[in-house]
């Protein structure tokens, strides 16, 4: 299959989300006070697109879903990692947390989108079904690592945010 028809061949849905997903990762590059609701927006698509796919593929079972619970861990600690390295602002009483630009963002989205994009080839386009299966299974990882980065991220900035008020109460 050539390229040009693997481009044509995607989903509609599938370029809008990168446009909205290049929008956030290119936005974050600018350092910016966003309020804390709107930076739970891209883990909660990543984790729901994750789960979607776990629900909605023929081959997803428990080695699946225990490949997504372990990546979204590892995920979970590697955003917390990184965001307790970040030097952030939160405002308890505006509910928003002051971020430094960064690209670590835009290189997570991009890296993603570039491993699902791949991954959704293979996954509609492989006959092999032991392939099939191992490709449920990265996808499912690749899914949970990627989601929980970004809910490590959110959570640090929540709980830094919900400690300060609690101290300030």
């Given amino acids: 299959m050539t390229p040009i028809a693997i481009i044509q061949g995607t989903p509609t849905w599938v370029w809008l989300l990168l446009a909205f997903l290049a929008y956030r990762g290119f936005k ?54 990184t965001a307790t390295r970040t030097r952030f602002i939160v405002d308890p009483i505006a509910r928003t947390v002051m971020l430094p630009g960064s690209f670590l963002p835009l290189v997570l989205i991009a890296a993603t989108f570039i491993a699902k994009f791949w991954l959704g080839f293979e996954l509609a386009t492989v006959t092999n079904l032991s392939a099939l299966a191992m490709y449920v299974t990265i996808d499912a990882v690749v899914s949970g690592i990627v989601a929980g980065m970004f809910a490590g991220r959110f959570f640090t900035y929540w709980k830094t945010l919900h400690t300060l008020r609690a101290s300030w109460a």
Avoid: E, N, Q, Y
Avoid at 55 to 77: E, H, K, N, Q, R
């Fill in 28 to 81: 974050a590059t600018r350092a910016s006070t966003t309020p804390l609701s709107k930076l739970a927006i891209i883990p909660l698509i990543f984790a729901g697109m994750g789960i979607a796919h776990l629900f909605s593929a023929p081959l997803a079972g428990l080695d699946a879903v225990a490949a997504w619970i372990i990546g979204m861990g590892a995920g979970i600690a590697g955003g917390v990692f």
